[in-house]
């Protein structure tokens, strides 16, 4: 018995407290006042298609919950999506909605005594929302995906919503007319689910998989499938016993199920925003973990699955193929998986893998044999140089140049970038710098899916750098570095770039350089003056004002009371 249970037994049993009567109106009888209460924390809203088909999901979660004999609550939570807001001033507030859902998860299950939590999410910070307030919590949790959307389809061709942003570029450069664009458009997004493509939620949902939080192929379900449905009521029963159990998240998430889970993300070709969130949820649950570890499982883990964006493939592919449990089996034969680690149904990666085939079907060429993967070391690497002392993330993989030397093309927002490359401002050999966009200085730390996915439209995608103190889309490809850090508004050498210095992107070396000289580096910094905050009242200025370092996670509650 939980101690939040256990103290609800004792005090209700001296005295019919008014806790009772209220919980009567919400439909308690006698019988049930023994019983765990479970909060079902509810992503649904109709903001966006990643999240519209989760009530449904909640209310199967509900009945799952009252059948294994326990008490389930609902309460509601937020989302943004990334999707509609990318590009405007509003994807500012989708970094700050990962500390807004974890907060309101954590309120909300602290606030009321919640013997445990199935939080169901859909869009990209969902999930790590979710899992930083289940870290902090420590209570009984599981973590339920909303479920990938379809793709769409157009000319014979799988469309996801990153189709549409490159056809942007595409118009621009002349490559498509107005009627294709609008088809383009028209067709990427067939229903409810969450992007299609490795990108940034269904590479959260498969890490939650191999983190053992979720289970086992539930990460690559569709939305509007009924296996959908059925998992999120299984995970309901494997809740209420791991609260029989006292199975806590802090034994599962561990620093070696950490490892699982960034190996999977390597394997799969996951979003580079996975590293900003485990770095998160890692110092949620006490578990050491820096950016420099990313580069360490990145140097011996392979690519093995062909998926979008970059790939051919989407995650409803992947699950046909086998999901990620056969991914996780690969991995596990060869080494590179901690398989002693526990999960939330009890048992361990081992044995949840055990009857999942060593190699993948040859009638598919979604995940690759392991002799013939897509790349031979994963793509998110760490660089370090000049520029990013703390630290940068980028995707090395497919990029037909590893390396670039050019002219800095200097840009104080993501619009003002925008703007240049659809008016053919930029060619072949710049490096774009778009500064000011990071935690503290966005704030909020934008997405740059537009500007990036405009290069690839207008054919620049292998021949412009990119590099940003802001974050970038899971849809995102190229030869671009993001989280840059320290960020330009704290001083970061990003903020001293001048317009034609010379920068060097270097991925086989992990290098970001600014090739200046160390004097003339000090005689900017000496005249550099932080800007203005862009807000002073209201949730971007108390998240500017708390909010940590890219490389430490761009966490809100670092070390708040230290002097």
Not at 78 to 85: L, N, V
Not at 132 to 137: D, S
Not at 179 to 204: D, H, I, K, W, Y
Request: proline share 5%; charged share 20%; hydrophobic share 40%.
């Amino acid at each position: 018995m939980s101690d939040n249970l256990r103290s609800r037994v004792v005090t209700q049993g001296v005295q019919r407290s008014p806790n009772r009567a209220m919980l009567r109106a919400v439909g308690f009888q006698d019988a049930d006042f023994t019983k765990a209460i479970v909060g079902v924390a509810n992503g649904y809203s109709t903001i966006t298609p990643c999240n519209m088909g989760i009530n449904q999901l909640a209310q199967r979660a509900e009945a799952g919950i009252k059948s294994a004999g326990a008490m389930p609550q609902i309460f509601g939570t937020i989302t943004i999506s990334d999707g509609i807001s990318m590009g405007t001033e509003g994807m500012k507030y989708s970094l700050v909605s990962r500390e807004v859902i974890a907060d309101s998860i954590e309120t909300a299950c602290t606030g009321q005594s919640m013997d445990g939590v199935l939080a169901i999410g859909g869009c990209d910070k969902n999930m790590p929302g979710a899992m930083l307030a289940i870290a902090r919590m420590n209570i009984p949790a599981i973590f339920v995906y909303g479920g990938t959307i379809k793709p769409g389809h157009y000319k014979g061709r799988d469309l996801t919503v990153v189709s549409s942003f490159e056809a942007v570029g595409e118009y621009s450069a002349g490559k498509i007319d107005a009627g294709e664009l609008t088809a383009v458009e028209q067709n990427a997004c067939p229903g409810a689910g969450s992007c299609g493509g490795m990108f940034t939620a269904n590479t959260m949902s498969s890490a939650f998989e191999a983190l053992g939080m979720s289970l086992p192929y539930s990460s690559t379900m569709a939305a509007e499938d009924a296996e959908k449905a059925d998992s999120t009521e299984k995970s309901a029963f494997v809740l209420v016993e791991a609260i029989r159990q006292q199975l806590l998240p802090r034994q599962i998430i561990t620093r070696k199920s950490i490892e699982n889970a960034i190996s999977v993300i390597m394997a799969v070709g996951g979003s580079t925003n996975a590293v900003l969130h485990f770095l998160a949820i890692a110092r949620a649950a006490g578990v050491e973990l820096t950016i420099d570890d990313f580069e360490v499982i990145r140097a011996r883990v392979p690519v093995l699955c062909d998926l979008k964006p970059s790939g051919r493939y989407v995650a409803t592919d992947l699950h046909k193929a086998g999901g990620i449990p056969q991914v996780m089996k690969m991995l596990l034969l060869h080494d590179l998986l901690h398989g002693e680690c526990i999960t939330i149904t009890g048992q361990t990666i081992a044995e949840i893998l055990a009857d999942v085939p060593n190699e993948p079907s040859p009638d598919q060429d979604v995940i690759r044999p392991w002799d013939k993967p897509m790349y031979a070391q994963g793509h998110l690497a760490i660089l370090k140089g000049n520029l990013a002392t703390e630290g940068a993330v980028a995707k090395i993989t497919g990029v037909k140049k590893a390396t670039i030397t050019g002219p800095a093309r200097v840009f104080e927002s993501e619009e003002s970038c925008l703007d240049a490359i659809l008016a053919g401002k930029i060619k072949a050999g710049d490096v774009l710098v778009i500064r000011y966009e990071g935690p503290k200085g966005g704030p909020g730390m934008r997405e740059m899916l537009a500007p990036t996915s405009a290069l690839i439209g207008a054919g620049l995608g292998d021949a412009v750098g990119l590099i940003t103190d802001g974050r970038f889309s899971g849809g995102t490809y190229g030869m671009v570095v993001g989280h840059v850090a320290p960020e330009a508004a704290v001083g970061g050498a990003i903020a001293l770039v001048e317009e034609g210095d010379s920068i060097t992107i270097d991925a086989p070396s992990r290098l970001l350089q600014l090739n200046v000289s160390d004097d003339e580096l000090a005689r900017r910094r000496a005249n550099w003056q932080p800007p203005a905050p862009r807000y002073t009242k209201g949730v971007l200025a108390k998240y500017a004002k708390l909010v940590s370092s890219s490389s430490l996670g761009a966490v809100t509650d670092l070390d708040l009371f230290e002097s």
